[in-house]
């Protein structure tokens, strides 16, 4: 037994896996304080012509982490995440739109961003879309997100 867990701990996904993990731990206290870094990222998410599947999805974990700061939360309202999230879920594939209604999951926690998936003209659209049409975790993520905007629409 001993062995099987020196091989995988040697083996070089698993170091790669930890290398990742350490240089993701910043990014989940950081706080942005210049608001131009979410309008880039989001502009560049929402660049339907240039963007690549790996590249909408490292930037969507990249925004998840970053996103995990209250203050940065507040920042991607007001830089417009709520409308390029719910753009993108009607137009990537199955795993950048679980990462997207992740995203959303987490981020309707907030009064502010369940007003905004509301006010967006296909936002509850597209999560209902995306609920029966994508995958079993799109599924169970839909069935958090849109009882989270019914019933606490203006509370936080």
Same mark, same amino acid.
């Given at each position: ?6 091989? +995988?701990?040697? =083996? ?19 706080? *942005? ?15 339907? @012509? ?14 998840? @982490? ?5 203050? =940065? ?8 995440? +709520? ?9 990537? =594939? ?7 209604? *992740? ?31 994508v995958s079993e975790v799109a599924n169970?993520?839909?069935?958090? @997100? ?6 606490? *629409?203006?509370?936080?």
């Amino acid at each position: 037994m001993f062995h099987v867990v020196t091989a +995988a701990v040697e =083996n070089s996904d698993f170091a790669a896996f930890c290398s990742c993990e350490e240089a993701h731990r910043p990014l989940r206290v950081l706080t *942005l304080y210049d608001d131009d870094v979410f309008k880039s990222l989001l502009e560049v998410l929402s660049d339907e @012509i240039s963007i690549s599947t790996k590249l909408s999805s490292s930037l969507l974990d990249v925004l998840e @982490i970053v996103a995990a700061s209250k203050k =940065n939360r507040l920042k991607a309202i007001e830089a417009g995440a +709520a409308r390029v999230l719910v753009e993108l879920l009607l137009e990537v =594939n199955r795993h950048s739109c679980e990462k997207a209604l *992740l995203l959303l999951k987490r981020l309707c926690e907030r009064a502010e961003w369940r007003r905004a998936l509301v006010e967006h003209e296909m936002g509850v659209a597209a999560v209902s879309k995306k609920m029966l049409r994508v995958s079993e975790v799109a599924n169970k993520l839909g069935v958090k @997100i849109l009882p989270e905007v019914a019933t606490k *629409l203006g509370v936080d």
